[in-house]
C-alpha cells in the first residue's frame, strides 16, 4: 500500500495562495488516480480535486477556477496550487490515492494522508 505524506499546509490572509504537496511512499502513484480532499470542524469530508494517469483533471465547484491539481510521476509527488483563497477554504486538506478520479466520493480511495491544516483568515 502507498504512505502519503501531506505538507505546505499554513495560515494566509484571504486572497493569499498555498501550494500543498502530497509526496508518495512504499509504491509508485504514476498509474494511481490521486485526490485531495478537506475536513472542515464539524463537517464531512469533501472532495477537492481529483487527477487521473492521464492528466485529467475533476473540480469541486467550490474551488474550480482557484485552485490547480498537478501531479509529477518522478517525484511521486502531487500538488494542490490554491490561489484565492477565502475563509470557508479553512480546513484540513488530506490527499488521497487509488480512486476514481471522476466520483469525487471518498470512500473510492484506499491510501490517505494525515492531513495538513490549512487557515485562512479574513
Known amino acids: 500500500q502507498v504512505q502519503l505524506v501531506e505538507s505546505g499546509g499554513g495560515l494566509v490572509q484571504a486572497g493569499g495562495s498555498l501550494r500543498l504537496s502530497c509526496t508518495a511512499s512504499?509504491?509508485?502513484?504514476?498509474?494511481?488516480?490521486m485526490g485531495w480532499f478537506r475536513q472542515a470542524p464539524g463537517k464531512e469530508r469533501e472532495f477537492v480535486a481529483t487527477?487521473?494517469?492521464?492528466?485529467?483533471?475533476f473540480y469541486a465547484d467550490s474551488v474550480k477556477g482557484r485552485f490547480t491539481i498537478s501531479r509529477d510521476n518522478a517525484k511521486n509527488t502531487v500538488y494542490l496550487q490554491m490561489n484565492s483563497l477565502k475563509p470557508e477554504d479553512t480546513a484540513v486538506y488530506y490527499c488521497?490515492?487509488?480512486?476514481?478520479?471522476?466520483?469525487?466520493?471518498?470512500?473510492?480511495?484506499?491510501?490517505w494522508g494525515q492531513g495538513t491544516q490549512v487557515t485562512v483568515s479574513s
Open positions: 512504499g509504491r509508485t502513484i504514476s498509474s494511481y488516480a
Open positions: 487527477i487521473s494517469w492521464g492528466l485529467m483533471t
Open positions: 488521497a490515492a487509488g480512486g476514481n478520479w471522476r466520483s469525487g466520493e471518498p470512500a473510492d480511495f484506499g491510501s
